[in-house]
C-alpha cells in the first residue's frame, strides 16, 4: 500500500473566506499541541519566533497535530531558507510568516516555499515525503496545497497590502496588532485609531482580493470572536498555551493574595 502524508483542506477554505479557527502553541511538550488538536481546531501555529522551539521538537508537534487531521502552520523565527526548508521537509503544512513588508520579502519566502516553476524549493526526502514512499504524490500536490499566510505587522506592510494580498501564492494574512502598535507609534495600544484604521485597510483588501484576514485574542469570549468576525476578520486565534497558562497563574495568585 502506497503511503502518503497529510494533506489539509485548509488553504481552500481560507482561499473561499470561511470562519476558520486556530490554536497558538510556545511550548514544544508534544502533549499540548496533541490536545489542542483534539479541540476542534482548523490549524495549529507553531510559535518558533518568540518561544525556544527547535527544527527537532517542531518536527515532533507538526507530526502530532496531524495525528489528528489538524493542519500544522509553524512561524519561523526568521525568512531564511535556512529555517524555512526543513521545517516544510518535517511536513508542515505550510507557513506563518512574521514581518513581511514588501513584495520582494513576500516573493523571497515564497522561492523558499514553493517547488519549481513557482519557486525554488529544493527536493529532498524526509517526513513531508513520507520518507520516500510519497515523493512524487508530494511534489506534485505540494504547490497547489501548501498555506502560506505572511503577518502584517508594521505601517510599511499595511502601505504595500495591496501588493501583498494581490499575489496569487498568498491565501491569508495574519494581523499582528501589538507589532503593528508598535510601528505607528503607540506600542501595546492595540485600540488605538491609527492601529484599528490600519487594520480595516488591510481587513478591506483582503476582501478585495478574496483571500483570508486573521488575528489572535488572548482574552477569549464569544462576544469578542462576533466582533471579529463583524469587522471583516475570516479567522482567529484563539490564545496559546502560554497565554492560557499565564491568566490562569494570574488568577490563581490575586486568590492566594486573598489569603494574606
Not at 494580498?165 to 502598535?181: A, F, K, Q, R
Amino acid at each position: 500500500m502506497t503511503k502518503s502524508i497529510y494533506f489539509s483542506n485548509l488553504k481552500s477554505r481560507l482561499r473561499e473566506r470561511k470562519k476558520i479557527f486556530g490554536a497558538w502553541v510556545s511550548f514544544d511538550h508534544p502533549a499540548i499541541t496533541e490536545i489542542f488538536s483534539m479541540a476542534g481546531f482548523d490549524f495549529i501555529g507553531l510559535d518558533m519566533e518568540h518561544a525556544p522551539i527547535s527544527l527537532s521538537s517542531a518536527q515532533k508537534l507538526i507530526a502530532y497535530a496531524q495525528a489528528n487531521n489538524v493542519a500544522c502552520l509553524p512561524r519561523p523565527v526568521s525568512h531564511s531558507n535556512d529555517i524555512i526548508k526543513p521545517l516544510l521537509d518535517s511536513g508542515a503544512d505550510g507557513v506563518i510568516a512574521p514581518m513581511v513588508n514588501s513584495r520582494d520579502e513576500l516573493k523571497m519566502i515564497i522561492n523558499h516555499m514553493k517547488y519549481p516553476p513557482l519557486g525554488n524549493r529544493t527536493y529532498g526526502l524526509n517526513r513531508a515525503q513520507a520518507y520516500g514512499f510519497s515523493f512524487e504524490k508530494y511534489v506534485q500536490e505540494w504547490n497547489n496545497l501548501s498555506v502560506f499566510i505572511p503577518q502584517i505587522e508594521s505601517k510599511q506592510a499595511v502601505e504595500n497590502i495591496e501588493d501583498l494580498v494581490s499575489e496569487n501564492e498568498v491565501d491569508g494574512v495574519m494581523i499582528g496588532p501589538y507589532d503593528l502598535s508598535g510601528s505607528y507609534g503607540v506600542p501595546g495600544e492595540t485600540g488605538h485609531p491609527l492601529v484599528t484604521s490600519a487594520c480595516n485597510k488591510v481587513i478591506e483588501a483582503c476582501r478585495k482580493y478574496g483571500k483570508s484576514c486573521g488575528t489572535q485574542i488572548v482574552d477569549i469570549d464569544k462576544d469578542k470572536v462576533d466582533k471579529l468576525f463583524e469587522s471583516g476578520y475570516t479567522y482567529v486565534i484563539l490564545s496559546s498555551d502560554l497565554f492560557v497558562m499565564w491568566k490562569w497563574a494570574e488568577s490563581m495568585q490575586s486568590l492566594i493574595e486573598t489569603y494574606s
